[in-house]
């Protein structure tokens, strides 16, 4: 995984609250044996009209979503299910942060397995945020901070393990064989 | 000792290396199932490393999400219908054959949703931890075991060594109180609680459902309550074991054996919560004021009693934008609606339980012109069971089609769907949009409701039927 430290983009706003993984990609994709090219299905039901064509009203078909690298959406995103093609898709597409009021579990820990930062803020910030669509935004993960255009910041929260594996580039599976010999000694004292 | 939960006694007994605030725990997986979707990239992974599946006795793999429930296609001669999901399946096959993992392939008799398979083997045991590839192992919590989704990444950790990095979750309990009435269920039961804690309610949270009501109800139906914790925004669900509990695990092929089973179950009755034992929050729910409930919204958190109104009072686009989705207006009731589809099946209620009671419904009555009623059972083991007890000619009879196991309409993705614009009246867990299928509009009841409205053609009562 490449080391991610900051990230400095426009942002694409998606306000609605509780946007579940089968809306982020719909199971119909999700009959891939590989990870790549699920950006192409992104959001594909509100995406793409029937005929395939993309919809000229969604906001990842505007022009000015072009390039942006920051999703910041309604309360409670990625609820659902545990697919992680909902973050392969994210990134996959371009994204490498969301910033929203919540996050569920599972899409969250996902996410950070593929370099895309969950990042949680306080209701001020995330009305802003939403009220000011293509705003040009700082995240700053060494400082734990999101900053607004008018330079003010925002401390948000993050595991600190997580945080440091997204920094350094570490992968947690080099981290779990490491702890082998300890997995060996709790099998053999509890029987396992 | 101090008094603990029964999430601490599991969560503890499993520690391996325990958190710190620098590190997540080094937690140990006594049961790892997987399926076809979320485990191709993670064999891929192993592959990639050189690595192999470190303990395959704790490894169990089925098929079911991408898997056709025709006959023909699963016995006969007709190949799967969707191209992708045929190379999913046999991936899976060459995946557990390259890395010696057990697999219930498609012609196993053992084979069925994941969620469903676990318990019925007895593979799943109180106290154990279980994870899957897949939101839904909440349900593995209904026998006392800590059980929850990971995504692909993480089945690669668990295959590769047998562990998980997590931080400790907290605890919320749910005390439900009362009894269900008759014509209520365990369904309606965890809609309501879904109603009541919001979808987000759960999240960071492992839930203890407790209390007269939950002790009262079948192994089948705390499964179904489990099941849609995740619903909840909660990783896990659990239920304290009980007598019921062993009487279910006794005689099942995977249970422990002679002294084992002894030691076990001397275990298992220990796992309780303590009397005193501080949960980080609560929630209380009668279940005696409990009616059938049903969905009109795209979460299963918008729920209401079956002969309640649509809310007229909310100011809010994202509501808005649910409804003009399901077509359905503010202050609206939900009796009388259309129904175009309707599925009994699913890890939610594709149990030998939850065939009964559709069956119930449907018997000497037939589906309404016009609907298409599909009943697609959790497991091929309930499948033989409906059909010794006669069930399946029951469905037939009514006009309903019977399938082989799978995960069917519950996502659209092995082919049964519900077409767009199309009402479905389903048993499933999960009413989002396009979860049936492209445009589908899905409402989330009980088997006895769904066969209700089967039979009316028009969302009904069921208590007006039974
Ligand atoms: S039945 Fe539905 S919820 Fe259950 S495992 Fe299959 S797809 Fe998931």
């Given amino acids: 995984m490449e080391p991610i430290k900051r990230l400095r983009s426009t942002t694409v706003v998606m306000p609605s609250t509780n946007i579940d993984t089968d809306q982020i990609i719909p199971a119909r994709y999700l009959t891939v044996t590989t990870k790549t090219g699920l950006g192409q299905a992104l959001f594909a039901d509100l995406r793409y009209a029937s005929d395939g064509t993309p919809k000229p009203e969604f906001v990842l078909n505007r022009p000015e979503a072009a390039g942006s690298q920051i999703l910041v959406a309604g309360h409670n995103f990625g609820c659902g299910s545990s697919r992680e093609h909902a973050p392969w898709a994210l990134v996959d597409y371009g994204f490498r942060a969301v910033v929203s009021t919540a996050i569920a579990d599972i899409f969250k820990s996902n996410a950070l397995k593929n370099g895309l930062l969950p990042v949680i803020v306080d209701p001020t910030t995330h009305r802003w945020l939403l009220e000011h669509p293509g705003a040009l935004v700082t995240i700053d993960l060494e400082a734990t901070e999101l900053a607004l255009p008018d330079g003010h910041r925002v401390a948000f929260p993050i595991d600190g393990f997580a945080r440091h594996c997204l920094l350094h580039g570490v992968d947690e599976l080099g981290y779990l064989l490491s702890q082998l010999p300890a997995i060996e000694r709790y099998e053999a004292a509890h029987g396992r | ?466």
């Fill in chain 2, 1 to 466: 000792m101090p008094a603990r939960t029964m999430f601490d006694k599991v969560w503890t007994a499993h520690e391996v290396v325990p958190e710190t605030p620098d590190t997540p725990a080094v937690l140990y997986v006594d049961l790892h199932l997987t399926h076809e979707v979320t485990s191709p990239q993670a064999f891929a992974l192993l592959r990639a490393r050189g690595l192999p599946v470190r303990r395959t006795d704790r490894t169990l793999a089925t098929m079911d999400h991408s898997t056709p429930t025709r006959t023909e296609q699963v016995f006969g001669d007709e190949p799967i219908g969707l191209t992708d999901a045929a190379r999913q399946v046999h991936q899976l096959e060459e995946n557990a054959k390259e890395f010696a993992v057990e697999l219930f392939g498609l012609r196993d008799p053992r084979r069925g949703i994941v969620h469903v398979i676990g318990p019925e083997q007895g593979a799943t045991q109180p106290g154990m931890t279980i994870v899957c590839g897949d939101s839904h192992t909440s349900t593995h919590g209904a026998l006392g075991a800590l059980a929850f989704g990971i995504g692909t990444t993480e089945v690669g950790h668990v295959l590769a060594t047998q562990c998980l990095l997590q931080r400790k979750p907290k605890t919320l309990a749910v005390e439900v109180g009362g009894r269900l009435g008759a014509g209520v269920t365990a369904k309606d039961l965890i809609l309501a609680i879904i109603g009541k804690i919001g979808v987000s309610g759960g999240t960071g949270h492992v839930l203890e459902y407790r209390g007269p009501a939950i002790s009262a109800l079948s192994m089948a139906e705390r499964m179904t309550v489990c099941n849609m914790s995740i619903e909840a925004g909660a990783r896990a669900g659990m239920i304290a074991p009980d007598e019921l509990t062993l009487e279910y695990l006794a005689g099942r092929p995977r249970r422990p054996r002679g002294a084992d089973w002894d030691a076990a179950v001397a275990g298992w009755r220990s796992l309780a919560t303590d009397p005193g034992a501080a949960f980080d929050s609560r929630v209380e729910i009668d279940a005696s004021a409990l009616e059938p409930m049903i969905t009109y919204g795209t979460n299963p958190g918008m729920v209401l009693p079956i002969g309640g109104a649509i809310p007229s009072d909310r100011d809010d686009p994202v509501f808005e934008r649910a409804l003009a989705y399901m077509g359905f207006r503010p202050g609206e009731p939900m009796l009388g609606k259309r129904v175009d589809v309707v599925f009994v099946g699913s890890c939610t209620n594709g149990r030998l339980e939850d065939l009964q009671a559709t069956a119930q419904i449907l018997r000497g009555r037939r589906v309404a012109p016009g609907v298409r009623m599909l009943v697609v059972p959790g497991s091929q083991e309930v499948k033989r069971e409906a059909e010794a007890l006669g069930l399946a000619e029951v469905f037939r009879a009514a006009g309903a089609e019977w399938r082989e196991s799978g995960c069917s309409m519950c996502l659209g993705m092995n082919g049964d769907t519900v077409p767009a614009g199309a009402t479905s009246v389903s048993t499933s867990n999960r009413n989002f949009e396009g979860r049936q299928g492209v445009g589908a509009r899905t409402l989330l009841a009980s088997p006895y409701t769904a066969a209700a409205c089967a039979v009316a053609g028009k969302i009904t009562d069921p208590r007006d039927l039974l």
